[in-house]
């Protein structure tokens, strides 16, 4: 079998991220959409008190604010270290919310509502 990746032909740079997802190769309730965003699952919780998953989870859950939070917080890191290490081609950004504001606000305070959206800047597949 022939496997590639992008960066085997590119000059792209690569990074997988990846952050516990309640229903991702793991047994739970029905997969639903208040499941996917409130990470509360009373059947993995049992198997967490069983130390039965990989992960850390509590009654908590694991919802979408903490994993968008993790992954924002990684990619900031990623890009800061990618400067450090290459001062001559540096990432920049701006207006990125940190961990705490992400966590204070909710994921939603963060997005752009498309209907308010200028039409040139809205795109659909």
């Known amino acids: 079998m022939l496997r ?9 740079l690569p990074f997988l991220l990846e952050a516990p ?11 639903t959409v208040d499941l996917l965003l409130n990470g509360q699952d009373p059947f993995l919780l049992s198997l ?7 992960v850390p989870y509590d009654e908590d859950g694991c919802p979408i604010e903490n994993r968008v939070d993790r ?6 890191e990623v890009m800061n270290q990618w400067t ?16 705490a504001d992400i966590c204070a606000a909710g994921v939603g ?17």
């Open 4 to 12: 590639w990746a992008i960066a085997d032909h590119s000059d792209v």
């Open 21 to 31: 997802i309640p229903f991702l190769d793991q047994p739970t309730v029905p997969k």
């Open 48 to 54: 967490s008190e069983q130390d039965m998953l990989f």
């Open 71 to 76: 992954h924002t917080s990684v990619m900031l």
């Open 84 to 99: 450090r290490k290459n001062p001559d081609m540096p990432i920049v950004v701006s207006g990125v919310p940190k961990y």
């Open 109 to 125: 305070s963060f997005l752009h509502n498309p209907e308010e959206s200028s039409p040139d800047r809205v795109y659909y597949e």
